[in-house]
């Protein structure tokens, strides 16, 4: 697609539920991150896919969170056992190949994620 | 880790003023990315710019590496600059995107 997509754009669930969030990024970019970003604050680094390459995960803040990324495109985000401090928008970005290069990164639209 | 502070945190102008947004970093890096965060939450790249200087329009970003400092420069304002700036960086030795807390700007017409 000409951007990066993600869905759904808004999601409530309750707390204790289990939630999916799905990336599609910009096709032929090789690298596609994960970050959160709560209200009025900054972008937190979450999860980095690069390839074929194991993901850093060094950003998730617990065990509950998980993402893959499938035939190196498509990446689903799942949170498990939703708590309410996991309310927040979550953004996903791609860009051409690993962040040392000229690679310019290119955001979606975000999943705003509300637990209640 | 690296260290990524963006100064002012708030800013207010007048349409037409000009302004410089800067961030500052604690350790070397090999990518630095200024990106604009429009008040619907869309998040646009601006610039990479690990060293150098680049203009785009009424915007232009200076990093000078080995002071280990980025400028944004925004010249002649106008109400849809409105937003919130972000300065991400990354090292050497990692790919990861590090944010500043950002710079929200406030253009007032």
């Known amino acids: 697609g000409a951007g990066v997509s993600q869905s759904p754009s808004n999601k409530v669930t309750e707390k204790g539920k289990d939630v999916e969030l799905r990336c599609d990024p910009i096709s032929g970019h090789t690298a596609l991150y994960w970050y959160r970003q709560s209200l009025g604050q900054g972008l937190e680094f979450l999860i980095y896919f690069q390839g074929n390459s194991a993901p850093d995960k060094s950003g998730l803040p617990s065990d509950r969170f998980s993402a893959e990324r499938t035939g190196g495109s498509v990446s689903t985000l799942t949170i498990q056992r939703t708590q309410q401090e996991d309310s927040a928008v979550y953004l996903c970005?791609?860009?051409?190949?690993?962040?040392?290069?000229?690679?310019?990164?290119?955001f979606g639209s975000g999943t705003r994620l509300t637990v209640t | 880790g690296i260290q990524v502070e963006q100064s002012p945190p708030d800013l207010i102008l007048q349409e037409g003023a000009n302004s410089t947004l800067r961030c500052n970093f604690s350790d070397s890096v090999n990518n630095l990315q200024w990106f604009h965060q429009n008040p619907w939450g869309q998040l646009i790249n601006l610039f990479y710019?690990?060293?150098g200087t680049k203009q785009n329009g009424r915007l232009s970003a200076t990093t000078v590496a080995t002071e280990r400092y980025s400028l944004l420069y925004i010249s002649s304002s106008q109400t849809t600059d409105s937003g919130v700036y972000f300065c991400a960086v990354a090292t050497g030795s990692s790919y990861k995107l590090i944010f500043g807390s950002g710079t929200r700007l406030l253009v007032r017409p």
């Open positions: 710019i690990p060293s």
């Open positions: 970005a791609s860009s051409l190949g690993r962040a040392y290069q000229n690679s310019p990164l290119h």
